[in-house]
């Protein structure tokens, strides 16, 4: 495997840090839902699970941006015809997928510090957790955008695509315990919900923050479903079309 | 040089794009032209590597597109149709990134975009968001990708399709700066003539005819193109239009209140051929 470096740095650049100034507004947007729901969860708990809104918030948000990137992707794809100009380089589907995970990452960066900075003011943070966190919305943005781009690369027009991104944003950020204790539904359910992403890195943050015991397993699982969701999208990319 | 033998493509649902395509594009520019759904695009995706094709086999420059596909994209660029530059970026970034892809240093990427977005005139608006360009600066954008690559083989996809006239005449001046041969295809006759000697014309997944334009319109030689309301004999009809070809001569004597008498152009060739095959 010989990847494009330079191509991965440039995409990843064009669709991250230089994107923010020309779509700001998205990152507002983005951040609505997240911040609305620790609003909604404080007040219904009386403050009481706030760090659980604060640890699952931050997942949330980098899912979000994930899924919006992996949209991008497909308006790449059918809209702009971007990818078919991509694939007469020697560029290939993994430099491409990097490229805009690498965007994603730095597309969220304004969002991360958001996040960061709450948790210290809540004294959440610790460098071992600062550190590990920062892994979890890795291993999440590349286990999301590989399982939506995966998704998504069956969808023939972007309109659909759009119905897609919603119901799966839902389910990834909503239904995945990122914003109530991990511990409140059965096993049986967690392990059912550990298929998204967004399941086994909000365990892991409820268990980093202190919040839930730590489950070394849904590390595992994560770091499982980044590889795996990766490979699967390696293959359903379009590539070089039949 | 680009060879093509016996390049057929059939799509999963059945439809037959290709059947049987043979030929050698040794021009410095090559014109495609075909009615929609002639398999044009098909045959450009094959080409530059984008799609399989069923069977047969094409090369560029000697190298297979399918058995040495990496070699291939070395030497070409492949401006797919209907192509928009990425929105939010500016015609620069847009350049940059994409020789980026083609393994440029970045440095040297910034430098050829720079004078590539020169030469097809978008300096002025290098760095606004492509968003705000009018559809024949967004075009310009891709020509320049093609110019700043110094690739041998260019394939340009209706490159200005949708264009205003004056638009079109820049962007043809930007396809002439380009240094390689390019293939590009269109359904605008005078753009065919006006860059190309070489025309090749395709229907229903074939090729009809190859050659100069000159060469092409032999068969009508000393004939105008005579446009009617009636019937009149030997005549093609086109929706309600009645085409017929006569002599120049005969056609200003017998000419009738409402005929309309045009020059030959490639258009003619289009209309003879596809109307002969409609019907
Ligand atoms: N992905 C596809 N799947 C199935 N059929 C396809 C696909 N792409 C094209 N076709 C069919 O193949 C034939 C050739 O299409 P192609 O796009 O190559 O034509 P074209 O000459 O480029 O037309 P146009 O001038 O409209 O761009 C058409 O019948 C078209 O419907
Ligand atoms: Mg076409």
Redesign the pocket.
């Given at each position: 495997m010989n990847l494009n470096i330079r191509y991965i740095l440039a995409h990843g650049w064009f669709t991250g840090l230089a994107a923010i100034k020309s779509s700001y507004y998205y990152i507002i947007a983005n951040l609505c839902l997240p911040l609305s729901l620790l609003f909604v969860v404080g007040v219904l708990s009386h403050g009481e699970l706030l760090p659980y809104a604060l640890a699952g918030g931050l997942v949330s948000m980098m899912v979000t941006n994930s899924i919006q990137s992996a949209g991008e992707l497909t308006q790449f794809r059918l809209d702009d015809r971007h990818q078919d100009l991509i694939i007469a380089t020697k560029t290939g589907p993994l430099d491409y997928m990097f490229g805009e995970m690498l965007g994603s990452f730095e597309w969220s960066i304004p969002s991360i510090l958001l996040y960061l900075a709450l948790d210290m003011s809540y004294h959440l943070l610790t460098p071992y957790n600062l550190v590990m966190t920062m892994a979890v919305c890795i291993l999440v943005t590349v286990a999301t955008l590989s399982l939506v781009f995966s998704i998504l690369s069956f969808v023939k027009y972007t309109r659909k695509s759009w119905a897609i991104s919603m119901m799966l944003s839902t389910l990834l950020t909503v239904i995945a315990p990122t914003f109530y204790p991990y511990t409140y539904i059965p096993k049986s359910v967690l392990f059912v919900l550990a298929i998204l992403p967004s399941t086994p890195a909000a365990v892991l943050e409820q268990g980093l923050f202190g919040l839930e015991p730590m489950s070394w397993l849904m590390l595992v699982i994560l770091l499982a479903e980044t590889v795996v969701y990766l490979f699967i999208a390696r293959y359903v990319a379009r590539w070089r079309?039949n | 040089m680009i060879e093509a033998r016996a390049i057929t493509k059939r799509?999963?649902?059945g439809?037959l794009?290709l059947d049987g395509v043979n030929f050698t594009l040794n021009k410095k520019t090559t014109s495609i032209i075909?009615?929609?759904?002639?398999?044009?695009?098909?045959?450009l995706r094959i080409l530059s590597t984008q799609l399989l094709p069923t069977s047969g086999t094409a090369s560029i420059n000697g190298l297979d597109v399918v058995k040495a596909a990496q070699d291939v994209r070395n030497i070409i660029v492949s401006i797919p149709?209907e192509s928009k530059p990425i929105n939010y970026l500016s015609p620069l970034d847009n350049v940059v990134l994409y020789l980026s892809a083609r393994r440029m240093r970045m440095s040297e990427a910034k430098e050829a975009a720079e004078k590539a977005i020169k030469t097809v005139g978008l300096w002025k608006v290098r760095e606004k968001i492509s968003d705000e360009l009018s559809g024949g600066m967004k075009r310009k954008i891709f020509v320049a990708m093609a110019i700043a690559s110094k690739s041998d083989v260019v394939f340009l996809?209706?490159p200005t399709t949708g264009l205003d006239p004056l638009s079109r005449i820049e962007v043809w001046s930007a396809i002439k700066a380009i240094k390689g041969q390019v293939i590009l295809?269109t359904?605008y006759m005078e753009e065919a003539q006006a860059l190309s000697d070489d025309v090749l014309m395709?229907d229903k997944?074939k090729i009809l005819s190859q050659g100069k334009v000159g060469d092409l319109l032999k068969p009508f030689k000393g004939k105008v193109r005579v446009e009617s309301t009636k019937k009149k004999s030997h005549s093609y009809k086109v929706g309600n239009t009645y085409i017929s070809y006569i002599g120049k001569n005969e056609a200003e004597a017998s000419v009738m209140v409402g005929d309309i008498i045009k020059p030959i152009t490639l258009d003619d060739l289009f209309i003879k051929r596809g109307v002969e095959l409609e019907y």
């Open positions: 079309e | 799509y999963k649902d439809t794009a075909g009615r929609n759904g002639a398999g044009k695009t098909t045959l149709q996809d209706e295809t359904h395709m997944g």
